[in-house]
């Protein structure tokens, strides 16, 4: 087992590599026959822990698949996909939901909050379900970070789109999972508000260590991540560390040129 920690975080992680999430020669496929479509063909993609990981593409290229196949959302048809030291292909469904309820945070399009808690109580919900008590240290410095120190008692209809969203992020957050997925999480915010979700994305990354990654279609949320790993016909086509806004454009619009002469 490797050991090196590269990237400070967090917690307890002694002994975990610097890999938080590892797909090896994933292919998935759905339907069969003429209907059978090639979500994922053949992809190979490690990510690192502690950092911000945005996945990019043309519309059915594979972003949603490869992100639920790599939280256990999902199945692959072949190869391997492992979360840490844990090969999570082949886990019976019980193991699967156990780990994913564990290990892993989700923040949805949809902030997916229950009208009748509030704030606080919808971000310990799934802890207070798994039977786990909240670290009350970790909770404090989680709703800081994530600015919803004075809306704690407000219920979801109190508070704006984007206030949502924190407490969908700090939820996320609360149970110190080792990885979070975003699937498009400020696509249902203006851009001022999204901005403000995506600073407090960067902020968990980098003051509280979290490993984060977001599948969206905009260069401005993607600037905010680390790394951008671009995905076209289920492959894996590019990759780009610290992106400006700017540059993912330009990334874009070169797969729009290629796809209107191809
Ligand atoms: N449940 C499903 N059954 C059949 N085909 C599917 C299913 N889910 C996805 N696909 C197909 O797999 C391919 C990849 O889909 P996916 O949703 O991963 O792409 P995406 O890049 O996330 O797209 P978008 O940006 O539009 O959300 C597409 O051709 C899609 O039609």
Known sequence: MTTAVTIPRHGDTGGRTAVAARARQVVKAYG?????????DH???????????????PSGSGKSTLMHCLAGLDTVT??????????????????????????????????NLLPTLNAIENITLPMDIA?????????RQVVETVGLADRLG????????GQQQRVAVARALA????????????????????????????TSVDELGQTIVMVTHDPVAASYADRVIYLADGSLVDEMQNPTAEQVLDRMKDFDARGRTS
């Not at 999570?88 to 309820?101: A, E, P, S």
């Open 131 to 139: 039977g786990r008590k909240p670290d009350a240290d970790w909770l």
């Open 154 to 161: 407000h219920r979801p209809t109190q508070l704006s789109g």
């Open 43 to 57: 992809v190979d993609v490690d990510i690192a822990r502690g950092q911000f990981t945005a996945i990019m593409g």
């Open 175 to 202: 149970a110190r999972p080792e990885i979070i997925f975003g699937d498009e999480p400020t696509g249902n915010l203006d851009s001022r508000a999204g901005a403000e979700v995506l600073s407090f994305l960067r």
């Open 78 to 111: 072949s190869g391997q996909i492992h979360l840490a030291d844990t090969e999570i292909t082949g886990l019976k469904d019980k193991k699967l939901t156990q780990l994913r309820r564990d290990r892993v945070g989700f923040i949805f399009q949809a902030f």
């Open 32 to 40: 069969a026959g003429e209907t059978r479509v090639v979500a994922l």
